[in-house]
């Protein structure tokens, strides 16, 4: 069946460092692809996402891009705050199927 | 727009009991979706609905576990005869077609312990 690996966490960077969170997907065919972001106390947030393959989703200085060839879907941000202080799940949605199916997330941590 | 929201937020009961947790979608939503999320994990599909048809459920729905959307709004997650295994945070959801696709909009999730 569909699955999401992310690259294990947590992580912990200094504020203004460069993020990158790991994520790949096994799935048939071109499903859609997301990142939400829980921050401490709240639900989560859609972050941005992707439908098709080389699509670059991006929202509040994050970005990912739809890699078909690797089967990626990885978060990049050039400069954290420590406002970027959440746990992040990678997500799909397969083709024809209406429910999501989450990485395990990863917890990131931002020191001033 | 008011959000997803659930209720109650927090819920303490003993095994054995039953619970009943509440879910009320963004209004114009026409899907509503339930997940599970245990400690240190991803949230897990459990059952979706369209208006008020259960249109899937996941094996990790056990026949302990009933939803219901009877007026295609609101819905109802009931666990009966809870285990301790059962304690997880349980998500709402819910989506509108936008864009070519059902963008979800999660709720901020009740938490239960069993004990």
């Known amino acids: 069946g569909d699955s999401v690996t992310q690259m294990e966490g947590p992580v912990t960077l200094s504020e203004e460092a460069f993020l990158t969170i790991n994520c790949t997907y096994t799935?048939?065919?071109?499903?859609?692809l997301f990142w939400y972001v829980q921050y401490p106390g709240e639900g989560l947030q859609l972050l941005l996402k992707a439908t098709k393959a080389d699509d670059k989703g991006s929202n509040k200085g994050f970005e990912a891009t739809y890699r078909k060839e690797t089967t990626s879907f990885h978060l990049e941000k050039g400069s954290v705050q420590v406002s970027d202080s959440a746990v992040y799940f990678c997500a799909l949605s397969g083709v024809g199927a209406q429910k999501l199916v989450f990485g395990q997330g990863t917890r990131l941590t931002i020191n001033p | 727009d008011t959000g997803v929201s659930q209720n109650p937020r927090h819920k303490i009961t003993k095994r054995g009991q039953n619970v009943t947790f509440r879910c009320d979608p963004i209004?114009?939503?026409?899907?509503l979706y339930w997940y599970r999320q245990t400690l240190g994990q991803g949230p897990e599909f459990l059952t979706y609905f369209q208006n008020e048809a259960q249109l899937e459920k996941s094996r990790l729905l056990s026949d302990r576990f009933s939803a219901e959307r009877p007026k295609g709004s609101f819905s109802t997650l009931e666990i009966q005869r809870t285990e301790q295994g059962d304690s997880a945070m349980y998500l709402c959801?819910?989506?509108?077609?936008?864009?070519?696709?059902?963008?979800?909009?999660f709720g901020p999730g009740t938490r239960l312990t069993v004990t």
């Open positions: 209004s114009e939503h026409n899907r």
């Open positions: 799935a048939t065919g071109y499903p859609s």
């Open positions: 959801a819910s989506s509108l077609y936008k864009g070519g696709l059902y963008e979800q909009y």
